[in-house]
């Protein structure tokens, strides 16, 4: 009969921590011995193990006041003494096409009261219910201001008063038996819109250099409604209105400035005031 071997190798006896110790042999192939984790500990099984002690909460940061709102700036008035019109330049003019970019318009801010202003202003204007005439004058500039009839800064003065519009008509009598001469506008020889912007540059209003441009820069008036200083316009032809139905301009027909009464059909008359 064969015996059972209670009896183990020599060296080999069996501890009685050794199963515990065979259980204990966990991942990584460490042995607990006495609760001490011996062999090669990772992170996952001392976690696994004993699960580590959260970390106490960082303490919330300072709590910064929230910053206050930033109000928005209203919009920069215009600041203009003059009207502004077709042939006008300088930086009150790129305030204005700043103004009407910020109304939906798409112009080059340059100073530079052109053609695409010019339409600019009088699409604000229909849009805005303003008289549609291209003129930056005091209720397109208090409708671009928010509201208020006058520009900041100063007092809007029309661009011809009434000392401005005798200005107007001295200087083309001054003017009186020039030569006429096509593109010109000195005393040295003139035609019919070199003739009109040098009578209205000696009164100190700018304003566009053709014939088409003066007329369409203006505001249309009817001939009762014309004073001195004002324009008789005709198809590529333009004039100084001098009161009592006449008119002064340089007469390529009679090529030179003269004084003579309204003749002809013209299209209309227009205003800078």
């Not at 139905?245 to 030179?256: L, N, T």
């Amino acid at each position: 009969m064969a015996q059972h071997n209670t009896h183990r190798t020599v060296g080999r006896a069996q501890l009685p921590t050794h199963h515990a110790q065979r259980a204990a042999r966990g991942v990584g192939g460490a042995a607990v011995l006495g609760g001490v984790l011996v062999g090669t500990a990772f992170a996952g099984s001392a976690a696994q193990a004993a699960p580590a002690t959260s970390p106490a909460p960082a303490a919330p940061a300072a709590q910064t006041a929230p910053a206050a709102p930033v109000a928005t700036a209203p919009t920069a008035h215009l600041d203009t003494s003059q009207k502004l019109r077709w042939g006008s330049e300088g930086s009150t003019v790129e305030d204005l096409q700043d103004e009407l970019n910020d109304n939906g318009a798409n112009l080059a801010e340059d100073g530079i009261f052109g053609p695409r202003t010019f339409g600019a202003v009088k699409d604000y204007q229909a849009t805005n219910g303003l008289q549609v005439d291209g003129v930056v004058g005091p209720e397109t500039f208090g409708s671009l201001n928010g509201g208020s009839s006058v520009p900041s800064g100063g007092t809007s003065a029309p661009a011809a008063s009434s000392t401005s519009s005798s200005s107007i008509v001295d200087a083309a009598r001054s003017a009186l038996g020039t030569p006429y001469s096509w593109g010109g506008a000195s005393l040295g020889g003139m035609d019919c819109s070199g003739l009109v912007t040098y009578a209205y540059q000696a009164a100190g209003i700018d304003i566009p250099r053709t014939s088409s441009q003066i007329a369409n820069g203006g505001r249309w008036i009817s001939q009762s409604e014309a004073q001195p200083g004002d324009i008789v316009a005709w198809s590529g032809h333009v004039a100084i209105y001098a009161g009592n139905g006449e008119i002064i301009d340089a007469s390529g027909s009679k090529q030179r400035v003269v004084e003579r009464g309204i003749w002809g059909n013209p299209i209309g008359f227009v205003t800078y005031r």
